[in-house]
């Protein structure tokens, strides 16, 4: 063993590098050599790991801590935020964020925690938010408001009331947004409802399983609308949206009692967080992401609803998987309408993983994150008292966290709103959190898909036509890997290290155009586009202007989507889901006020 690896502090990837070259690399080599069947090969695999794992001080070299709330913090961030909203300075949204953070690292009942939320309330009067305002005003004292200041409380509270109050009270623009909902554009099929019943699935050697349809499709068809089985909000908006329901409610959020990261816009929220997932997560949801990113905190939270969909009993849960015929599993042939929560493990449980395809450092890799996971998590979650001193529960867990760990790395897609995005008065996809949707991880990828995906406001997520699809063709999606973001050989690249295939989609055989082709400045044939780009700003500020918009878009793209990748064609696909993503997904409306000035 390196002896330097006691002092240099790690995360996750570099820790892994360093043991993987000092150790793990000859024992894996070993192992291979000995010509073991794969599911061998794997117990060997955390056998060595678990080894290893028990050996390093990992605690000392990733600095884990545990997360506890931080009344100094707390202080700290509070001051932040009052530095924001210093007169002169007014960035009202971030200081939003800086009392979030004070709140969610104060003790509950404490007078910090009071006077973050009291500060809130002040922020909320400046931005109209009156019964906001309201709302932090009721925490605040709930939570222990000091006395010697109630009256500056009381005055702002009668503020708020008399502003409510006025009849030519503008309501801010933090509001609720009315939503077009969105139907299939085909009957479902008879056992799912989230399904056109002219798709099917089929299975064969290039592709394994994927989707065909038995009519022609049309730009704009919908033609699937899946529910998530997990979702897991990013790490730039724990201030900003409901870390459950994903609604944007910065300014009420409520935080975790047992972490410092988790905020919720509801009591509720927070309990159904609690009771399907969060307990499991909480002791180790922060030091995770902090050493790893997003991949083992999904990971954790699909096993964690795994568990509980067999109400914690894992011996259970353990005999199910056993029984389970992976091959047998069609997931277009699930009867979806009576579906319990043990068939939707089912349905995740059968994702590909691609085992099969890694390199021996790829399979060494997740082990060894599992296998940290794993120890921490029995350390610091009530998986602990879940598994007790009980080995067999114990390697189910570990056996789970590899497993999922290996299928959320290439069955998980971003969770996208549009946001507000300076310099240019333009709206853009943002990624707000990633997900695990079984019906859609049916779908392979091109670099040139016919379909895209449309995040819906409440997490289901819906697969538009964008391209004219044959009878019997296959409906190809983008692993957020397309042929005018990236160029060949970052695309193949990408594609073979995440999801273990070599892409021939038809944007590789034929070489289509990177990312420079579409530029500003182009010259349209057709003046849709062109009155499309001059008046995008007020399109984009009224949802009917862009539904209006979305319709002219789609008339044109069906006429010329023979022609991509004429750049004209590539540009009216983009700008038809940009609009289409307006009328139908989720618009943040906390970056369009930061850009405003706040206001
Ligand atoms: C989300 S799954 C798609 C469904 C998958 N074919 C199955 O059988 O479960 C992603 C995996 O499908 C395979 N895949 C996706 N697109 C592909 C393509 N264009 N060519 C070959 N394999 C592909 C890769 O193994 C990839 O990791």
Redesign the pocket.
């Known amino acids: 063993m390196n002896p330097s690896l006691n002092v240099v502090r790690h995360n996750v990837d570099s820790l892994f590098d360093s043991l993987w070259e000092a150790a793990l690399k000859t024992r894996v080599a070993q192992a291979f050599r000995s010509n073991l069947h794969w599911e061998d090969l794997m117990k060997v695999l955390k056998h060595e790991t678990g080894m290893l794992i028990r050996t390093v001080p990992y605690r000392e070299m990733l600095q884990l801590r545990d997360d506890r709330k931080d009344p100094v913090k707390a202080s700290w961030m509070r001051n932040k935020g009052n530095e924001m909203v210093r007169r002169g300075v007014e960035h009202f949204i971030e200081a939003i964020h800086k009392y979030n953070e004070s709140i969610t690292y104060s003790e509950q009942g404490s007078e910090e925690r009071a006077l973050a939320y009291a500060n809130r309330s002040i922020v909320c009067l400046q931005l109209r938010r009156y019964e906001d305002c309201l709302t932090n005003i009721r925490l605040a004292r709930e939570s222990n408001y000091p006395e010697r200041m109630a009256e500056k409380l009381a005055k702002r509270e009668l503020k708020a009331r008399q502003m409510l109050q006025q009849p030519n009270n503008v309501a801010a623009e933090l509001t609720e947004q009315e939503q077009e909902q969105l139907v299939l554009s085909y009957p479902a099929h008879e056992n799912m409802a989230q399904v056109a019943n002219c798709l099917e699935l089929q299975?064969n050697a290039?592709?394994?399983?994927?989707v065909v349809t038995n009519r022609p499709l049309t730009v704009g068809d919908v033609v699937m609308i899946d529910a998530p089985f997990v979702k897991l909000l990013g790490d730039g908006f724990r201030y900003v949206l409901c870390a459950y329901c994903n609604r944007e409610t910065p300014c009420t959020l409520i935080p975790c009692e047992g972490c410092s990261l988790a905020m919720y816009c509801s009591e509720e929220c927070l309990s159904k967080a609690h009771q399907q997932y969060h307990r499991y997560e909480c002791g180790i949801i922060r030091e995770l992401w902090r050493i790893s990113g997003s991949g083992p905190v999904i990971t954790l939270r699909t096993v964690a609803l795994t568990i509980a969909a067999f109400d914690y009993d894992l011996l259970a849960l353990g005999e199910h998987l056993a029984s389970l015929d992976e091959s047998s599993v069609n997931l277009f042939a699930m009867d979806w309408k009576s579906a319990t929560p043990k068939d939707n493990v089912s349905a995740v449980h059968?994702?590909?993983t691609?085992q099969q395809?890694r390199r021996r450092k790829d399979q060494a890799y997740h082990v060894f994150v599992a296998t940290l996971l794993h120890d921490l998590a029995l350390q610091r979650t009530e998986l602990g008292s879940i598994c007790g001193t009980n080995l067999e529960k114990r390697r189910l867990l570990l056996d789970l966290f590899v497993r999922y760990m290996q299928i959320m790395q290439?069955?998980t897609q971003e969770l996208a709103s549009l946001a507000y995005n300076m310099p240019l008065p333009w709206y853009n996809s943002v990624g707000y959190g990633t997900g695990c949707y079984p019906l859609?991880?049916?779908?392979?990828?091109?670099c040139a898909p016919n379909v895209t995906r449309i995040t819906l406001p409440d997490g289901r997520c819906a697969i538009v036509v964008v391209r004219p699809i044959a009878a019997g063709g296959q409906l190809?999606?983008f692993?957020e890997i397309h042929h005018l973001h990236q160029d060949r050989e970052e695309r193949q690249t990408s594609?073979q290290s995440?999801?273990?295939?070599?892409?021939?989609?038809e944007a590789c055989l034929n070489d289509y155009p990177g990312p420079e082709y579409l530029q500003e400045g182009d010259i349209f044939v057709s003046n849709i586009l062109t009155e499309y780009f001059m008046h995008q700003e007020s399109i984009f500020r009224d949802p009917k202007k862009a539904k209006q918009m979305m319709a002219k878009l789609q008339a044109l793209l069906k006429r010329i989507a023979g022609k991509y990748p004429d750049f004209e064609a590539c540009e009216c696909q983009q700008e038809f889901v940009r609009c289409f993503q307006r009328v139908y997904s989720y618009t943040l409306t906390t970056t369009k006020y930061k850009m405003d000035g706040n206001r």
């Open positions: 299975r290039k592709y394994g399983r994927h059968v994702l590909s691609n395809h290439c069955n859609i991880s049916m779908l392979n990828h091109s190809f999606d692993y594609l995440m999801y273990h295939f070599r892409c021939d989609c």
